[in-house]
Each structure stands twice: as structure tokens, then as C-alpha cells.
């Protein structure tokens, strides 16, 4: 029954994402009006659109390094600091909360220890590092009035078509 379990979370997990691309890809094809110009305006991601690709990679991270697929996990915090970077170039204010500055900090000292961690091909030290960005994560959300949203150790991998451990 487990197995099923994961499969339908990660269907749905898949099919959000699906939703979500063709709903951006859908938005930044229509035109601006009747007379059929292009939009004027860039397609802009929403914050909570970002923030699930966040969630997605700091799973994928999490079993990255839990498997020792260090050439993987260092990737995944790649794409997690360019997740961020977008959160502060489009919502550098967010609730009235400094967003970017938040984002600058959790960048100069969770993702410095998750470098070096990574580098060091450390367990010990990823796992600190790991749980140091999800209570960063955490406090980000406390900060927003968005406490209800809660990110942990993931306990499932995020999709059942990858593999985490490194190849041999």
C-alpha cells in the first residue's frame, strides 16, 4: 500500500507541476488585447509557483545527499540558490518583510554551509547544514505571516522515476 502511496503523491506532484508550466507557458502566449500584439509585459512567476520548484529541489537535495550523490546534491543547491535569487529579483519585499535581505543572509551562511559540506562529501556535516536551511526556510515563513507552511526532512523522495544514489 505504501508503494501506491507514493506513486499517487508523486502523480500529483507531477501533475501540479505540469499544470503550473502549461499555465505560465499558456499566459505568457496570449495577447495583450484585441489587436493581437504580444503582452508588453514579461510572464512573472508567483511567489508560491517558486516556492514549490523550492520545495521540490530541497527534497531532491535531502536524498542527494542522504545517498552520497555528491555530484547531485551539489546541483541541487545550485538550483535552490538560483530558485532564491529569483524570489529576491521579483519579491524583494513580501509582506512587508525584507525578502531579499532574508534571502542574502540565508545565502552567506546556510548555503556556505551547505558548500562545504557538499565539498567535503561530509554526511555529518550536510546533515547539519540541511537542517540549518530548513530552519532558515521555517523562519522565513514565521516572518511572512506564513507560519502554517512548515518544511521538513522530506520522508519520500519527491519523484519515483529518480534515482538518488550516485552511479557506480
Known sequence: MTGVRVLSRSAA?????????????????????????????PFVPEIGEIMMFQQL??????????????PLAEYEVKELREGFESVAKYYPTFNNVPLAQ???????????????????????????????????CNAC????????IVIQRPSVPPFSNQAFAPRK
Open 13 to 41: 506532484i507531477i501533475a501540479c507541476l505540469s499544470t503550473a508550466m502549461m499555465l505560465a507557458l499558456a499566459a505568457s502566449a496570449q495577447p495583450a488585447g484585441p489587436s493581437g500584439n504580444a503582452a508588453a509585459e
Open 57 to 70: 529541489r530541497h527534497g531532491k537535495l535531502w536524498f542527494a545527499g542522504e545517498s552520497s550523490n555528491w
Open 102 to 136: 532574508m534571502i542574502d543572509a540565508i545565502r552567506d551562511s546556510n548555503f556556505a554551509e551547505l558548500d562545504k559540506a557538499v565539498a567535503a562529501h561530509d554526511r555529518r556535516q550536510f546533515t547539519r547544514a540541511f537542517d540549518g536551511l530548513t530552519q532558515a
Open 141 to 148: 515563513h514565521q516572518a511572512n505571516e506564513l507560519a502554517f
